[in-house]
């Protein structure tokens, strides 16, 4: 078994393709028992990350089977037509250091970004609950939370955050000379939409309104809250936007071109921007067309601004180096770890078969693994076991350790 992973991302293929491929709580538990009705003992266990940037699946399994667990998943999304070459597939320390890029933020779009590290551990979180993401390949996402936190610590990747949220308000003040006069409709009401309203409310803009499925309050702080509007009034709220920012976790487009069109018709054709922070695309791609409408995906958000970047690419080498150096480390920790536990496993198999007469002298021994060495070469001979346990390279105190703990609860 070895830690291996697949997936697409921005630098691989656009927001038509990523939309396609999303990992959610309820697919991926599907998927789950899709994949143990192919593959049964060979998948130890797995997690999926969907986030605007990247759909990535990462597993313990056997050896070399990533591209078959691949091509069942793109069965199961009804996806086979992205092309092949569109997805990526790593192992072992490769796969860990992919893992701990993503989740420090130096492999993202914006690089550096904060959010990311949020999302990393909510989807492991919600793989935990499910029972899909089990304790071998959660000792590789530990690993990874760790190296990140060295990496937060150690250099200045951080020090002047960018977030998406962050960036599109840049676009809005790239666009509008005065953005604290426009309306501003937000489309969702989730964490992102959450950190939009922020940063909006920290430059001073108030003319906020927003649109979610559900009325549920959106608390920004003990003095400022929004209450959307039901989805109902949607067409209603972009007679009234000068800039809509879409946040939303929806299937299908919300925002169509026909209900960009009559509202422009409503506004005289008073020009409307539109940022489409959403993976699947919450409005309709189609309306770049008009020419009054200003739309921004998610991919475009690359070209919006390069603040700060060279400070930001020479901190991401420097965690780089850092993720490189400690996932070889971490690596090493848990081949030690599965190594010692599959020899206590071995061990106990090995002790249970013998008599107690056998155990006595065990417990008199000076070196107990140099004893338990021989007398398992003479049991295998003698074919009165099941199993040899490989100690071979296990420290003798640890076989000490081992043998007292299954003394003390035979």
């Excluded at 549920?216 to 809250?225: G, L, P, Q």
């Excluded at 603040?307 to 090493?332: C, F, H, T, W």
Aim: charged letters at 25%; one cysteine or more.
């Amino acid at each position: 078994m070895e830690l291996q992973l697949f997936g697409i991302n921005h630098k691989t293929s656009n927001v038509s393709e990523r939309e396609r491929f999303i990992i959610n709580e309820s697919n991926q538990i599907l998927l789950d028992s899709y994949l143990k009705e192919k593959f049964g003992d060979k998948v130890n266990s797995f997690f999926g990350i969907s986030t605007c940037n990247r759909t990535e699946i990462y597993l313990v399994a056997e050896k070399n089977i990533s591209n078959d667990i691949f091509r069942e998943t793109m069965i199961f999304f009804k996806i086979q037509e992205i092309p092949f070459q569109h997805f990526y597939f790593l192992h072992n320390q490769d796969a860990l250091i992919h893992m701990c890029k993503v989740a420090s933020g130096i492999d993202s779009q914006v690089l550096g970004e904060q959010e990311i590290l949020g999302q990393f551990k909510k989807a492991i979180r919600i793989a935990k609950d499910q029972n899909v993401a089990r304790s071998k390949l959660l000792s590789y996402t530990k690993k990874v939370i760790e190296i990140v936190k060295e990496v937060r610590t150690k250099t200045n990747i951080g020090l002047n955050p960018l977030s998406v949220s962050g960036l599109s308000l840049n676009l809005v003040k790239n666009i509008f000379e005065d953005p604290k006069s426009q309306n501003i409709l937000v489309l969702g009401a989730g964490s992102l939409a959450h950190a939009i309203i922020d940063e909006l409310r920290k430059k001073g803009i108030s003319n906020i309104r927003a649109v979610n499925r559900s009325i549920k309050k959106i608390k920004i702080s003990n003095d400022y809250e929004i209450i959307p509007s039901s989805l109902e009034s949607l067409h209603q709220e972009l007679e009234l936007a000068d800039i809509v920012i879409a946040s939303a976790a929806a299937d299908v487009p919300l925002i169509g071109k026909g209900a960009i069109e009559n509202a422009l018709r409503v506004r005289k054709n008073k020009p409307m921007l539109l940022i489409d922070l959403s993976v699947p695309r919450n409005i309709e791609e189609e309306i770049k067309n008009i020419e009054q409408a200003y739309l921004f995906s998610i991919d475009d958000i690359e070209k919006i601004t390069q603040d700060n970047y060279g400070q930001r690419a020479i901190e991401a080498e420097k965690a780089l180096n850092i993720i490189v150096i400690e996932s070889q480390k971490a690596l090493q920790s848990i081949q030690e770890k599965t190594i010692k536990d599959n020899a206590q496993s071995q061990l106990e198999i090995f002790l249970n078969q013998l008599s107690n007469n056998e155990i006595e002298r065990f417990k008199e021994a000076e070196d107990l693994k140099q004893m338990i060495m021989n007398l398992a070469i003479i049991k295998m001979e003698d074919k009165t076991i099941d199993e040899v346990p490989n100690i071979e390279n296990i420290d003798s105190h640890i076989i000490d350790s081992m043998f007292k703990r299954y003394i003390k609860n035979a």
